[in-house]
């Protein structure tokens, strides 16, 4: 099974009454929900929680495979010098955030130009470990966020379509 992420931008608040109807015709299309998942940290900084989106522009963002993700994604923890514990929030390594987010809610675009900054700053000592596969995993990571830094959210996707 893949693993899809969607990556929003060109959002704008919605001020109208969100119903039944509303959201079978926008969520998921045109619109999301910022929601926090009990237990989960909140990275949704510079967007409101509970409330309803709309966005411009949408790309997913995909992952051959759940195993290369899961791979990709613990080599990329332990170069940050992360084990399975979850970071702390004030935790000084690079892409705490992403470490943090266990893919639980949206990241927002405070939190999606940190871990951007996180990419520039790591990527020749990304690209000199010579692993071809974390390297191509690590670039369409930053390009993931890069899409949602400045307006924008980052949602994982399920394969049926709807967001997490």
């Keep these: 099974m893949s693993v899809m992420f969607v990556a ?20 998921n299309v045109d619109a999301l929900e910022i929601e926090v998942k009990a237990g989960w940290p909140c ?8 409330s309803v989106y709309l966005f411009t522009e949408s790309v997913g963002f ?3 495979s759940r195993f290369d993700f899961v791979v990709n994604l613990s080599k990329l923890a332990v170069f940050a010098g992360y084990d399975s514990r979850m970071p702390a929030v004030n935790d000084p390594e ?6 943090r987010w266990g893919a639980e809610g949206a990241i927002g675009p405070v939190v999606s130009a940190k871990l951007v900054a996180d ?5 020749e000592p ?11 995993f690590y670039r369409h990571m930053r390009k993931m966020f890069e899409f949602a830094m400045n307006d924008g959210c980052v949602i994982l996707s399920w394969s049926d379509g709807t967001a997490a």
């Design 8 to 27: 929003c931008k060109g959002l704008k608040k919605f001020e109208g009454i969100v119903n039944d109807d509303f959201r079978r015709e926008h969520i």
């Design 43 to 50: 990275l949704a900084d510079g967007l409101d929680i509970g």
């Design 62 to 64: 995909g992952f051959k």
């Design 94 to 99: 690079p892409f705490r955030e992403l470490f």
């Design 119 to 123: 990419f520039v700053e790591w990527e």
């Design 126 to 136: 990304i690209k000199a470990l010579g692993d071809d596969d974390l390297y191509k």
